[in-house]
Each structure stands twice: as structure tokens, then as C-alpha cells.
């Protein structure tokens, strides 16, 4: 089967089985959206979600933060990896924002990623999750499932060959969501160490799962014979 059919498989199957797909941060506007995407790198949403309802209540919107200082910011943030670099980075990327755009969150990709500590994965999440732009931003989960199920190929060896891989395997309105299909299937069913492929609806297009298989079978021929 080719990618292309392999991913059209994936869209009918998660438009049926999880049709409503979202980010598992919560965040009521852009900026908090923001927020939460940049304390998210190489953290839990679970404990990103712990810390921002205080973290929003001391500084509810980007002119707040741009006008805290580091000391200020720190105890919101310290139980997330990189406290340091990350209370820098959201201070002054809220002051570029007020500086540059006029208090507002840019929409363009090219625009997020001039800002302090937001690279091409964080600025894709916030124009794909916000403005439903075909955006596909590629962290360890939809890395992972894109090269087990077979959708790019081994030579897709970056976060970006993926990302310039996936995006033209699915129709324009489908990318911003088949973004969250692959994470969310990352995050409960195909797991790093030991992926539940008893329960996954994936198996009939999955290159991982047949190569386990033709494993076995090869094992039990063994046995037999």
C-alpha cells in the first residue's frame, strides 16, 4: 500500500473513531496557547496544565508578562523543564509581540518563529491549533507513527523531512487535524517501548505491525520445523 493510500486510511479511520481531535493544553486565547506550546517543549501537557491557571492569573495577557521581570515569572514555572531558558524566552517573546505586532499573536509561521524561543514545531502548533492553517508540526510522537505506520520513508530522518512529507500526503483541510490524530495515537496506542498494537485500528496499514508479524511467523516456522 502507498503512502498516499495509507494516509487516506488514517483520515477515515480517526473521522470515525476521533472525530473531534484536539490539543490536550488547555488555553482560552491565543496567548495562552502560546504560553502553554513554549512551556511544552520537552514537558507533559499534564504538567504544563498544572502550572498555567496560576501562571495566567499573575500575568493574563502577553503586556502583563512583557512587563515582568525574571523573578517574577520563575516560581510560576520552576517544575517545568528548563525554567531558566523558558521564563526568558516567554518574557521576551511577550515583549517582541507588544514591540512588534502590536500586542497581538502573529499568524504567520514565518512571523511565530522570529520570536524568542519558538522554533518551527511551536510555531506550526499555534497556526495549525488557532487559525486551522495546513500546518503539520512534527514532535516525537507524530516522528515516531509516521515512520512505523509507513507513511515517510527511513530516509525522513528529521522533523522536517517528515513534516515536508506528511503535508502532502493529506488533503489541505485535513493536515491541521491529522496533526493531532498521529500525537494523541502516539501518546496511548503506539507507544515508544511497548506500542498496543492488540488495540490498534491501524494495523491493516501498519509497516511496524507486518514486520512484527512476518518476525513471528518466521520464529514459529522455526519452532515447527
Known amino acids: 500500500m502507498k503512502a498516499k493510500e495509507k ?53 493574563p495577557d502577553v503586556h502583563a508578562l512583557a512587563r515582568a521581570s525574571f523573578d517574577e515569572v520563575f516560581p510560576y514555572i520552576k517544575s517545568i523543564s528548563y525554567p531558566n531558558s523558558k521564563t526568558r524566552h ?5 515583549q517582541a509581540i507588544v514591540e512588534q505586532h502590536q500586542g497581538e499573536i502573529p499568524r504567520d509561521v514565518e512571523s511565530l518563529m522570529q520570536l524568542p524561543g519558538v522554533g518551527r514545531k511551536t510555531a506550526n502548533v499555534l497556526a495549525a491549533v488557532l487559525y486551522e492553517q495546513p500546518r503539520m508540526p512534527v514532535d516525537t510522537h507524530v516522528f515516531r507513527v509516521a515512520h512505523r505506520l509507513g507513511l515517510v520513508p527511513a530516509s525522513a530522518h528529521t522533523p522536517l523531512k517528515v513534516e515536508q512529507k506528511l503535508v502532502k500526503l493529506f488533503p489541505p483541510e485535513k493536515i491541521h487535524k ?16 511497548k506500542p498496543k498494537c492488540e ?26 520445523g
Not at 504560553?35 to 500575568?59: G, H, Y
Not at 516567554?90 to 511577550?94: D, E, P, Q, R, Y
Open 90 to 94: 516567554l518574557i521576551a517573546a511577550a
Open 178 to 193: 491529522a496533526h493531532h490524530w498521529l500525537i494523541l495515537h502516539g501518546r496511548y496506542v503506539c507507544l515508544a517501548r
Open 7 to 59: 494516509a487516506a486510511f488514517l483520515v477515515s479511520y480517526f473521522e470515525k473513531h476521533l472525530p473531534d481531535a484536539q490539543t490536550e493544553l488547555h488555553y482560552a486565547n491565543p496567548y495562552q496557547l502560546l504560553v502553554a506550546v513554549m512551556l511544552s517543549a520537552q514537558c507533559t501537557d499534564k504538567r504544563v496544565n498544572q502550572v498555567t491557571p496560576a501562571f495566567f492569573q499573575a500575568f
Open 199 to 224: 488495540i490498534c485500528g491501524l494495523r491493516a496499514i501498519c509497516k511496524y505491525y507486518a514486520q512484527l508479524q512476518k518476525k513471528a511467523g518466521a520464529a514459529a516456522q522455526k519452532t515447527s
